[in-house]
């Protein structure tokens, strides 16, 4: 069997804090394989910046990977110094489209110039094949060519995240990783970026992590995805199989809170209570406060991310919940408390 391309592997991720240490991401683990789409969903505060941060080499200074792996094409890459990550993976490997593009773009160089000099860091390309290419994403991102030897200070700041957009594809990395890519962007444009998205998945086989709060654009856009609760991943596998299979008690509320198109005179659930703030190791389930089927077994252990019945062959659908093969169903005459009935 061929190595995932990207790899969690009981990813456990804390921050000294002033009150102790908290644990932000506790044994996350999933596979992202090549020309997938991967989506990263769950309140906030769930710690998904954090893996992407941890991917990426880029935790805030109190942060550490305290256990687990990221492997990428089957190399551990958790321990790669900050050099060792520009030179080997940085642009052309993975690259990375920030919440916010202010940090990113060098304010000295102009954007072509900050093109030229990624991409001879990283390819052979020509300097007129690397304009050719970034003019070619400006218009994709609906910026003028004419524009691309303007200073980042030029442009406004959806214009900034557009620029920055282009730099992060401009030289079809394998994977993108995507933290709110198109939050700072209007309709049209978001659609225009993930259209183009679309397009370079099927032309290069590419593949990309997209975190965000818009389970819509996970549906529409993802072909896998992981439902994160409180640093735990609560359930993972193919995004059909998880909207019409949840087997994690929060994925079956979080289905029951978001409108349907097939079910539009339906009620929405809410979720009731807040996530906890993990202070110290974890070692219950995360959910067992807000969850209505919980057991005292909960709170004993953290359980562990397995495979359910409905994993094919081909595609893995873990939960990380004692009771996931059971059929939980919501109680709908009590549904605003979500108290829910086991039948
Ligand atoms: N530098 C830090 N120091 C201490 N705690 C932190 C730090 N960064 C994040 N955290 C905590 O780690 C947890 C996970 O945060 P993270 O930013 O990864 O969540 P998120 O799911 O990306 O949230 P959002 O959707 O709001 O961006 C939260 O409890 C957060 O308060």
Redesign the pocket.
């Known amino acids: 069997m061929t190595e995932p391309l990207l790899e969690a592997e009981d990813l456990t991720v804390q921050?000294r804090?002033s009150n102790g240490l908290?644990t932000?991401v506790s044994d996350a683990s999933f596979t992202i394989e090549e020309g997938q789409y991967f989506g990263l969903v769950?309140e906030?505060?769930?710690?998904?910046?954090?893996i992407i941060k941890a991917i990426l080499g880029g935790l805030?200074d109190?942060?550490r990977i305290t256990s687990g792996k990221i492997k990428y094409r089957g190399e551990e890459i958790q321990d790669l110094s900050d050099e060792e990550r520009n030179r080997e993976l940085r642009w052309k490997e993975i690259s990375w489209i920030p919440q916010g593009s202010m940090s990113s773009l060098d304010p000295l160089q102009r954007i072509d110039e900050q093109a030229i000099e990624i991409a001879r860091t990283h390819t052979d390309l020509s300097k007129e094949e690397i304009r050719e290419r970034i003019e070619r994403m400006f218009d994709i991102v609906g910026l003028q060519k004419s524009r691309v030897s303007d200073y980042p200070h030029q442009f406004s700041g959806g214009m900034q995240q557009r620029a920055l957009i282009a730099l992060a594809l401009f030289l079809k990395p394998a994977v993108i990783v995507a933290d709110e890519p198109t939050t700072a962007l209007d309709v049209i444009m978001q659609d225009q970026v993930f259209k183009y998205l679309d397009e370079i998945k099927e032309d290069h086989d590419t593949s990309m992590v997209l975190?965000t709060?818009d389970i819509s654009v996970v549906f529409e856009s993802c072909d896998k995805m992981a439902i994160m609760h409180a640093?735990q991943v609560a359930e993972v596998g193919s995004v059909v199989e998880l909207f019409d299979n949840p087997r994690h008690p929060y994925s079956i509320l979080l289905q029951e809170a978001f409108p349907d198109v097939r079910y539009p005179d339906r009620d929405l659930g809410i979720i009731e209570g807040n996530p906890p703030?993990n202070m110290g190791n974890v070692d219950y389930c995360t959910f067992v406060d807000r969850c209505p089927w919980a057991v005292d077994e909960c709170r004993k252990n953290s359980p562990p991310l397995e495979s359910t019945s409905s994993s094919t062959s081909t595609e893995p659908h873990l939960a990380s919940c004692l009771r996931k093969e059971e059929e939980l169903k919501v109680d709908r005459a009590n549904e605003r408390s979500l108290r829910g009935d086991v039948s």
């Not at 906030?44 to 954090?50: F, I, P, V």
């Open positions: 921050y804090t908290l932000a769950g906030s505060g769930c710690g998904k910046s954090t805030d109190n942060g975190v709060h640093g703030q």
